[in-house]
């Protein structure tokens, strides 16, 4: 059983910086392309971030705050947000091949 579980959001004032990270177990992470997605209230969830084995992608809207990494060591996946902005509140959520985490809230409000 594949389990993906999402953890470091929070309340942060703008300008701030979270750390996000999905932990994976039952499966190994260094050979699959993930990403992280995120969905605001009454908005579609969109794709924030990827990686895989050769390269990362970032939404336009993130792109220059946000990094997307990984540890193949500890099997998880990590989101660094920076200069974090109102509009970046969103529920968070980590996928890999079929599989989704539970979601992790972001809320950037002073």
């Known amino acids: 059983q594949v389990q993906l579980v999402e953890s470091g959001g929070g309340l942060v004032q703008p300008g701030g910086s979270l750390r996000l990270s999905c932990a994976v177990s039952?499966?190994?992470?260094?050979?699959?392309?993930m990403a992280w997605y995120r969905q605001a209230p009454g908005k579609q969830r969109e794709l924030v971030a990827g990686?895989?084995?050769?390269?990362?992608n970032y939404a336009a809207s993130v792109k220059g705050r946000f990094s997307i990494s990984r540890d193949n060591a500890k099997n998880t996946m990590y989101l660094q947000m920076n200069s974090l902005k109102p509009e970046d509140t969103a529920m968070y959520y980590c996928?890999?091949?079929?599989?989704w985490g539970q979601g992790t809230q972001v809320t950037v409000s002073s």
């Open positions: 990686i895989s084995s050769r390269a990362t």
């Open positions: 996928y890999m091949d079929r599989w």
């Open positions: 039952g499966s190994f992470i260094s050979r699959m392309s």
